[in-house]
């Protein structure tokens, strides 16, 4: 059985960082491009970064830039997302997800995903 389980969200004021992790089990993330989304009250989940198998790409959407780094360490079955700069409208339910390559995860074709870590931020 596939499992993607984050952990590392919570409260913190604006400005502040948070570090998110999803453990996977049942797949290697390996042969996997991994991704974040997000998904606020009242809206649709949205794309947040994406990495390649072997890191040597990484995509952000355009609201996190500059602020938010993905990375993975498949020895660990993981993947990480550092959240620097955080601003209350960041304030959501993060996702994990793993699909067959960058282009799927950003068009919302992944194959796996996890049930999701709360992160607030507030004002």
């Known amino acids: 059985q596939v499992q993607l389980i984050e952990s590392g969200g919570g409260l913190v004021q604006a400005g502040g960082s948070l570090r998110l992790s999803c453990a996977a089990s049942g797949l290697a993330i390996s042969t996997y491009a991994m991704g974040w989304f997000r998904q606020a009250p009242g809206k649709e989940r949205e794309f947040v970064s994406a990495?390649?198998?072997?890191?040597?790409?990484?995509d952000y959407a355009d609201s996190v830039k500059g602020r938010i780094t993905i990375s993975r360490d498949n020895g660990k079955n993981s993947v990480y997302l550092q959240m620097n700069s955080l601003k209350p409208e960041d304030t959501a339910v993060y996702y994990c997800a793993a699909a067959k390559g960058l282009a799927a995860i950003r068009e919302h074709r992944s194959d796996y995903w996890g049930q999701g870590t709360q992160v607030t931020v507030s004002s």
């Open positions: 990495i390649s198998r072997s890191a040597a790409s990484m």
